[in-house]
Structure formats: structure tokens, C-alpha cells
């Protein structure tokens, strides 16, 4: 993971929209599948933002949640593995 991110802890108070992210829960900003991967797999949440909006990407009991947000309501997704949870992510941080 790169060490260089500063953790940080999430506040819906932060944010226009109203997103699904756990509120308190640990993230980090991610841009390779790399980081975003390990840091998912430590248990951390990971923001990530590019030319298609921006991502928060979180563990949850049963894989990989993701809220994919810009302007409008976020969009939910769902994912069962790291892998495509990191892809997900890192597609929109290129």
C-alpha cells in the first residue's frame, strides 16, 4: 500500500451527496489498482476521483460496496471480489 497516504476518517458532513459510505469508517485517496487493492484488503475504504466522477470503495460483510458519485445521487454498486472492486475504482482514477 502506499504509506504515503494520510488516513483519514469519513464524514458525511463532507459531502453534497448523500452517500452509503460508513460514517467513521478509515479511507484513503487510491489511484493504481495496486493501492487501491491493498488498501481494501488492510480494511481500509479508498476515495478515488478521475474524468468519471469520483468513488468511494469500502469492505462490507459480504465483498465490496462503492458509491460512484459527481454532480447527481451516487450510484451503488456491488462487488464479491478485491479484484473487481480495485478495477472498478481504478478505472475511474486513469
Known sequence: MNTTNR????????????LRVPEGITYVDGSTIEDISASLREGLAVF????????????????????HFFFGPPTAHHFDSVEAAAD???GLCE
Open 48 to 67: 478515488g476521483q478521475g474524468c468519471d466522477g469520483k468513488v468511494f470503495v469500502w469492505p462490507s460483510k459480504d465483498g465490496y460496496e462503492a458509491d
Open 88 to 90: 472498478f475504482a481504478a
Open 7 to 18: 488516513r483519514r476518517r469519513f464524514s458525511q458532513a463532507h459531502f453534497a451527496q448523500k
